[in-house]
């Protein structure tokens, strides 16, 4: 029977396990693969997917601007998110896995994450977007050769940091970035920020 790529989840707990590359055939809907057991061989890898940064400068002299994510949310606090102290960085922004490993995304503050196969962050659509609605802004919604789109981080105020956790089943240059505009592409410096690539091998 023909395999297809698909993209499948699981949401536990804050939890998502989703899986990227060839599915099963429908005999296996009837027991006949392995639940659980996985395979010995596969690693899983962690990327950081945004990051608090209670010290944003350290030259010419060294600042700091501590975090309280206890602290009251506005107007009376800074609340659990000072958004200007979160480093826009996806770290490491390149990635060579095997096919059947996962990939674990710590994500820290409003960040969406997205993969697409096979194409640049040049190709990504900007204009298709979920528009900007106080106090958030817009969202990448361009569905063309995306495999995965994570979580939506509008809903999660103010608890938004999480973890998600994506298997990569299929050999390919996968393109891993944020899908919250301003996060994806600085206009008035003309580059990407928020992006990497996860090369996944046999």
Not at 98 to 126: C, E, M, N, P, W
């Amino acid at each position: 029977m023909q395999r297809r790529n698909f993209v499948t989840s699981v949401l536990v707990g804050g939890l998502v396990a989703p899986v990227i590359g060839d599915g099963h055939s429908e005999d296996d809907q009837h027991g006949d693969h392995d639940h659980g057991k996985g395979n010995d061989k596969s690693t899983n890898y962690t990327i950081s997917f945004g990051h608090w940064n209670p010290t944003p400068t350290n030259t010419p002299t060294q600042t700091s601007s501590p975090i309280d994510r206890f602290a009251p949310e506005p107007p009376d606090g800074p609340g659990a998110n000072p958004r200007f102290l979160n480093g826009h960085d996806i770290l490491p922004k390149n990635l060579q896995i095997q096919v059947g490993d996962t990939v674990t995304f710590a994500i820290s503050g409003f960040h969406l994450v997205v993969i697409y196969r096979g194409i640049k962050a040049k190709d990504v659509d900007r204009t298709k977007l979920i528009p900007a609605a106080a106090p958030f802004p817009p969202l990448l919604d361009d569905p063309s050769n995306r495999l995965y789109r994570g979580l939506d981080p509008r809903v999660l105020n103010p608890n938004q940091d999480r973890v998600e956790v994506v298997g990569f089943n299929t050999r390919g240059r996968y393109l891993v970035a944020c899908g919250v505009l301003p996060h994806f592409y600085d206009p008035v410096t003309q580059e990407f920020i928020m992006v990497g690539y996860i090369d996944v091998r046999n």
